[in-house]
C-alpha cells in the first residue's frame, strides 16, 4: 500500500482525487500496488465531500509521518507551496505538482533537492494540463537539436482573441463573456497580462536549455491592448493574434525568451487553435515541427497528467533521465536584439511612417494607416516609433 | 560498444546512419555507450557512401552474428522484412522498425517473440513519422478511458486534398502536382487508396484495445471519388474533406476501425491540418482531446523517431509497460452499424431525396443538389440509396 497526500483541494485536488477513485483498478494494475490517499491538505472543510474525513489542515502532520510516499502539490501560489515542497523532498517524498509559479520560479532547486534524495520532481502537469507535452519534448530533446518552442499557453487569452475574431468583439466586451461563462476568473489580471503563460515559457525553456530563468525577467506583454481594428486588419490579411510564449534558443547558447501577441499565419499550424485550447510547437532539426494540442486546463487533464506523474514515479522512479534546471540569468538574450517583422497603426501619414521606419508593407488604409514592417531588432523599433514623433495606436509582432 | 545492423538503406536508412553519425556524442552521453553501425543490409551498393565498406547482401551474417545487440528494419514491404524481423528476435537481438506493414499485420507475433526472448519491438516511427504518437497514446492509456484515436495520417492524401480546396483544382490534377513534387509516387496506389492509413490505423487500434485486426478487414476508402464540385460544397459550408483513419472504442468492448474522406468543420482540431502534415487526435476521459501534429514522413522526421526508439532500447529496456497486441479479429466491429450524418450529390430532385433518406439539410441547390443526412448507420444509408433508385454523384461521410 502506497500512501499519498495531496495539498489543495481546489478544482484539480479534487479531479485527482475522484480519478484515483474512479480507476483505483487500473492504477493498482499499473504501479502494483494499492494507492491511498491519505491526506488532503486545505484551509476549508469539505463536510459534504466523500473525503471529508481525510481532510486536515496542518502540514506538519503529513510531514512527520514517514509513511507518505508522495505529495501532490496542487495549491496555486509560490508560498507556503514552495515551503511544503521542500520539506516534502527533504522527509524522501516524491513531489508531483501542477504549480507553474513554483515550478517557474523554483524550479532548479526543486530539482536539485529531489536529486539528492532520490526521489521524483514531476511537473508535467504545469504546462499545458492534459496535454502530453514535457515528456514528449524531453524525447525530442535526445537526439534532436531544438531551435525552439513556442505555444499557446493560456486558454482564458485564447478564447478572448478567439471571440474577438470570431465575433469582431472589443477586448472588453469578450473578457466580459469570457468571465461569465467562467473561462476567465473575476480578476483576471494573471491570465490577460500574460503572466500564465511568461510562468509556462519560463518551463519550457527551461526544459530546452537546462537554463532557469525567473519569470520576472522575461518580456511579457498580454493581450489588454489589441483592438477589434486589429483584429479586423489580421483578418483580412488571413492572419490571427495570438498571445504567444516563445523560448528560442540562439546560436550563441543564449536563450530568447518573451510572451507577447503575435500576427501569425492563419494556416500555420498554431493559426487553429482556438478557444480555449493550448498548443506547443517544437521546432526542432531533424524532426522539423511538431505541435501538441488540447485543453490545458480543467480538473479532467489536469488530473489526467498528475496521476500519469505519480504513476511514472512508482514505476520508473527515479530510472528515467532526470530534467535538469539550474539558475542561469546570464543565459538570457537582451531582448532588445530579438528581430521580426512588426505591425504597427497609426493616423499619421504613409511617407511619414516611411521616414522613420524604412519600406513598410501597407496592410490597411483608411482612417487609420495599418502597415508591417521589414525585420527590424525591438532596438531598431524602438528607435524608428521615437522617430515617427508620435505613438502608434497599436503595435502586434509578427510571426515569420 | 553496442553494435547495430540497418536492414534497407533507402530514405530512412540513410537518415538513420546520418542521425546516428551526426549526433554521435549525444548518443553516446545518453546511452552510456558507443553505438556502431555494424552493417548496412540492402541489395544495392552504395560505392559513394561514407557507409560504404558497411553494406553487405546476406542477412544471415547479421543473424549470425551475436555481437549484433538491435536490428533497424527500415525495409518497407512486408516479406523479407517479416522473416529477418523475427529472426532476429529469436536471435535476441532488439528491433526496431518504421515499417508499417509489418507492424500492421504481423505486429502481434512481432511483440509475442520480444517478450519470449526480453528483448524490444519498438515502432514508433511506423506511425506518424516524427511525430511522437505511440509514446504519449501509450501514457494517456494509463489512466485515462481512450473513446477514439483519429487522424490525418498520410500526408500524400493530405496534400492533394489541401490543393483541391486551396485552387479549386481537380482532383486528378491535384495528384499530378503532388507527383511532380515528390509527395506522391509514380504509383501513387497506396496513399490513394487509403491503404497507407488503414494500416497506420490498425497500429493505432490495436494500441488502445489490444486487438489487433488485418488491415485487409477494415473498410478502407481512398480519395479518388472526391470531386472538385464536393471541395466547393465542403467550403461554402465552412468545411473541410480530410482522409481519417478512425479507431472506435465501441461499448460492447469491440472496436471500430474505418479509412474513409470526411466532412470536418473547417475549426475542428484535425480541419486545421493542411499540406503534408499528418496529425493523431485522441478522445479520451478525463483528458478530453489531445491532438499530436508534425510530419509524418521524411527522413529527418523518421529517422528521430527511430533513433529515439534505439535508445530507449538500451537505456530502458523491457522496463517500460510492454504494449500487447493479439490477433483479435472477432474484436472487428461490424462495419454496417457504424452511424454519422452523410453528405450526398445527386441530380435528383428534394423531393426524391427526401422520400428516400428522410429529413436532410440543405448544403446546395444548383445544377445538383448537395445534402446531408441525419445520423444513419451505414446499413440504413444503403437502404436509401437503393431506395432513391440512382445511385449518387458523390457520398462523404461527415465527423460529429
Request: aromatic share 6%; glycine share 10%; charged share 25%.
Amino acid at each position: 500500500m502506497k500512501h499519498i497526500a495531496i495539498l489543495g483541494f481546489g478544482v484539480v485536488g479534487q479531479g485527482v482525487a475522484a480519478l484515483l477513485t474512479n480507476n483505483k483498478e487500473e492504477v493498482k494494475r499499473l504501479v502494483g500496488d494499492e494507492l491511498n490517499i491519505k491526506y488532503i491538505l486545505d484551509l476549508r472543510d469539505f463536510p459534504d465531500s466523500p473525503f471529508a474525513d481525510r481532510v486536515i489542515h496542518d502540514f506538519g502532520i503529513i510531514k512527520d509521518d514517514a509513511d507518505v510516499d508522495a505529495v501532490i502539490e496542487v495549491m496555486g501560489g509560490s508560498h507556503p507551496a514552495f515551503e511544503f515542497s521542500m520539506d516534502a523532498l527533504k522527509g524522501g517524498k516524491h513531489v508531483i505538482t501542477s504549480n507553474k509559479q513554483v515550478v517557474a520560479e523554483f524550479g532548479a532547486e526543486m530539482i536539485a533537492e529531489a536529486k539528492k534524495h532520490g526521489v521524483c520532481y514531476h511537473f508535467e502537469a504545469s504546462v499545458g494540463g492534459g496535454i502530453p507535452v514535457l515528456m514528449p519534448i524531453i524525447e525530442i530533446l535526445r537526439h534532436n537539436k531544438v531551435r525552439e518552442v513556442r505555444g499557446i499557453l493560456n486558454g482564458t487569452t485564447n478564447y478572448i482573441l478567439t471571440k474577438m475574431f470570431t465575433f469582431g468583439d472589443s477586448f472588453e466586451a469578450s473578457l466580459k463573456d469570457a468571465q461569465e461563462k467562467g473561462y476567465a476568473e473575476r480578476n483576471p489580471d494573471a491570465d490577460i497580462l500574460g503572466i500564465d503563460a511568461c510562468r509556462k515559457i519560463a518551463i519550457l525553456g527551461a526544459l530546452i536549455s537546462g537554463a532557469s530563468i525567473n519569470p520576472d525577467l522575461i518580456h511579457t506583454e498580454g493581450i489588454t491592448e489589441i483592438r477589434a481594428q486589429d483584429v479586423a486588419v489580421a483578418n483580412k490579411n488571413a492572419c490571427a493574434i495570438k498571445l504567444l510564449g516563445r523560448a528560442i534558443a540562439c546560436e550563441d547558447g543564449k536563450l530568447s525568451l518573451m510572451v507577447a501577441p503575435f500576427l501569425i499565419d492563419a494556416d500555420a499550424p498554431l493559426g487553429g487553435v482556438n478557444g480555449v485550447y493550448n498548443a506547443v510547437e517544437v521546432l526542432a532539426d531533424p524532426v522539423d515541427n511538431v505541435m501538441f494540442y488540447g485543453r490545458g486546463a480543467g480538473a479532467g487533464p489536469t488530473a489526467s497528467a498528475v496521476v500519469g506523474d505519480l504513476c511514472r514515479c512508482f514505476t520508473e522512479g527515479t530510472h528515467t533521465a532526470p530534467v535538469i534546471f539550474e539558475k542561469q540569468s546570464e543565459r538570457l538574450a537582451d531582448f532588445s536584439a530579438f528581430a521580426c517583422r512588426h505591425y504597427g497603426a497609426t493616423d499619421l501619414s504613409l511617407s511619414e511612417v516611411k521616414a522613420a521606419f524604412g519600406e513598410v508593407t501597407v496592410l490597411c488604409e483608411g482612417k487609420e494607416l495599418a502597415f508591417l514592417t521589414e525585420v527590424m531588432t525591438e532596438k531598431a523599433f524602438a528607435e524608428a516609433e521615437a522617430k515617427l514623433g508620435k505613438k502608434l495606436l497599436s503595435h502586434i509582432r509578427k510571426l515569420a
